[in-house]
């Protein structure tokens, strides 16, 4: 699921109109902490993703349901109109895509770095501290840290900073090792 989290034409173009919008009413802050928000809900609840994007259900269906989340969570208004407009102008398929963009015009504009960690399982706070670290030195600042677990990766980790992603993880490396053997 967080691979859907990439930028697309579309979602830039939506992302730059929410990001201007948020930026000229003071509400960029709100805005990204709604945002961060919807992409927690987004990888948790297979009911939100069937909504944004399920072709039988109407788009008048979808922007009461968007408009219904952001009321219950108290989004800034800014982000509430926003997702009644995605949704009534169909495109609320798009909203990971929108997500994706307006991280990454928020980074640009901040000088902040976002990084994701997905592990198999909960990390401990030591362990958390050590990535830190890591990102830290490799960087030269602090980044934004993120975490996610994903029990499908078997183990290890995969961290994702802007666009680069570096898989580490058990999964990936016994893909590696069936696909060399087939091949040998």
């Known amino acids: 699921m967080a691979d859907e989290f990439r930028t697309t034409e579309v979602g830039e173009r939506y992302a730059q109109a929410l990001f201007d919008l948020a930026d000229e009413t003071g509400a960029l802050e709100a805005v990204r902490a709604d945002l961060k928000s919807l992409r927690a809900a987004w990888n948790e609840s297979a009911d939100l993703r069937r909504l944004a994007t399920s072709p039988v259900i109407a788009g008048d269906d979808q922007r009461k349901g968007l408009v219904a989340i952001a009321d219950k969570a108290k989004f800034n ?83 994702k900073v802007g666009s680069k992603l570096f898989d580490a993880s058990l999964k990936t490396k016994l893909d590696q090792m069936k696909f060399a053997l087939k091949r040998a």
């Open 77 to 159: 208004g800014v982000t509430k109109n926003f997702l009644g407009l995605l949704a009534q102008n169909g495109r609320s398929r798009d909203l990971p895509a929108v997500i994706a963009g307006f991280d990454a015009l928020y980074a640009k504009k901040t000088g902040v770095v976002a990084a994701e960690v997905t592990s198999a399982q909960e990390l401990t706070a030591a362990q958390l501290k050590t990535i830190l670290s890591a990102l830290r030195t490799s960087l030269g600042k602090d980044p934004e840290l993120t975490t996610r677990v994903d029990p499908a990766i078997l183990g290890g980790l995969k961290v």
